[in-house]
């Protein structure tokens, strides 16, 4: 069982930057493969983001590439989501996700979620 609490949203302006943390509870953090999903009001929860249990791959969706970094250290059990040149467009609920093995799901295919963090971007 693993629980995660996301930190580190709140509201910036465009071209802005903030970094979200995930701070995972269990034994075996390093065996999971870690994601961010983000979800704006009345749309679905979409990919943003995931690593795999080493850091060695990581994946980021098109509306994000460039602009933001994924990145673990599994010492502290935490994964984070560096967040820059931030967009209106990127304002929603940040969700950090879990799941065991080396698969990377880009779909909400993870064991575990945390409760979400608000990111707003204002114009």
């Known amino acids: 069982q693993v629980q995660l609490l996301e930190s580190g949203g709140g509201l910036v302006q465009a071209g802005g930057s903030l970094r979200l943390s995930c701070a995972a509870s269990?034994?075996?953090?390093?065996?999971?493969?870690m994601a961010w999903f983000r979800q704006a009001p009345g749309q679905e929860r979409d990919f943003v983001a995931a690593?795999?249990?080493?850091?060695?791959?990581?994946k980021y969706a098109d509306s994000v590439k460039g602009r933001f970094t994924i990145s673990r250290e599994n010492a502290k059990k935490t994964v984070y989501l560096q967040m820059n040149s931030l967009k209106p467009e990127d304002t929603a609920v940040y969700y950090c996700?879990?799941?065991?093995?080396?698969?990377?799901?880009?779909?909400?295919?993870?064991?575990?979620w945390g409760q979400g963090t608000q990111v707003t971007v204002s114009s």
């Open positions: 996700a879990a799941r065991p093995g080396i698969v990377v799901p880009i779909t909400p295919n993870y064991n575990y």
């Open positions: 269990g034994r075996t953090f390093g065996n999971y493969v």
């Open positions: 690593i795999t249990t080493t850091g060695g791959t990581l």
